[in-house]
């Protein structure tokens, strides 16, 4: 696994969920969950699906996005001359309950490729819920407009929908370098009834989160990341093999404007994350 160096005090705005973007000089190919290091500390704080990397920011940006990546206003100006420009998204972060310690390899100073100990004690670690994972938390990140686009979205939670999030995810994203996927004819019935097959993702999909028919039989969730900026944690409903958040993608039918004879692309991204995007039939 993957770990990023960050450094204080970037390192808990981000674990606290104040800033979502991790500014970079470089732009970088790196999909999925990685680990997060605190710098200098020699200790595995947290993870974060490392979801997108974005153009580089201007001025005129930097000053707009001020609350993605946290830079504040009297210290744009140094971040812009030395080259931090580049916003690598972070999505799903969760704190560790414990650090967890690490040997730092000589001259690392951007990326480390944890041990199996390592991650082996990371999941040792996560048995308890954080403050942005998992339903019993009932929070939700707050609404953010897209980088290319003015609209926001506003999601919402029930006492029985999956907790939702925003993130951002441009619709001309490429994803089929991320992982293995499947192609997906959408019919009529599709559209109108918010769900698509993935009966031929079935082998991509971890086998726990094959839930029942009924909300009461739910398998263990995984993430899901729409493309239009939607983020759902939800399992899969077995008896149909259709996603159990149908709110999630009624939405994203119509965000995206899906009509039959559309093609919709479901992408593994790690064990547990996915994401679905529209290809035009």
């Known amino acids: 696994m993957k ?11 981000i674990l606290s969920g104040r800033k979502v973007w991790e500014m970079r000089s ?14 200098g500390s020699g200790q595995v704080v947290g993870t974060a699906c490392l979801s997108d990397c974005l153009s580089s920011l201007d001025a005129r940006a930097m000053a707009r996005f001020e609350d993605r990546h946290a830079i504040p206003p009297n210290g744009q100006a140094e971040a812009l001359a030395q080259g931090w420009t580049v916003p690598w998204v ?8 414990r650090p967890v310690p690490y040997v730092h390899p000589s001259g690392a100073v951007t990326w480390v490729e944890l041990s199996p100990s390592v991650v082996e004690a990371m999941v040792a670690h996560r ?19 897209d980088v290319h686009r003015d609209t926001v ?43 698509f097959y993935l009966r031929t993702a079935r082998s991509m999909l971890p086998a726990d989160s094959l839930g029942g028919a009924r909300q009461a039989l739910a398998g263990v969730t995984i993430t899901v990341h729409f493309e239009g900026g939607l983020t759902v944690e939800t399992d899969v409903a077995s008896d149909k093999m259709i996603l159990r958040a149908r709110s999630a993608v009624g939405d994203f039918f119509e ?3 899906c009509v039959e004879g ?20």
């Open 3 to 13: 770990a990023l160096i960050i450094r204080s005090p970037w390192i808990d705005l």
């Open 26 to 39: 470089r732009a970088t190919h790196i999909r999925g969950r990685i680990a997060l290091i605190r710098a």
């Open 90 to 97: 972070l999505t799903d972060v969760r704190r560790l309950p």
């Open 127 to 145: 048995q308890q819920p954080d403050r942005f994972h998992g339903v019993s938390s009932g929070l939700v990140r707050p609404p953010i407009a």
């Open 153 to 195: 979205v506003r999601p919402t939670v029930t006492a029985t929908s999956p907790v939702t999030r925003v993130v951002h995810a441009p619709a001309s994203a490429p994803t089929s370098r991320f992982g293995p996927h499947v192609d997906i004819v959408l019919s009529g019935g599709n559209i109108r009834n918010k769900h």
């Open 255 to 257: 965000r995206t404007g």
């Open 262 to 281: 559309d093609v919709v692309r479901f992408t593994r991204l790690a064990e547990r994350e996915f994401r679905v995007e529209r290809r035009q039939a």
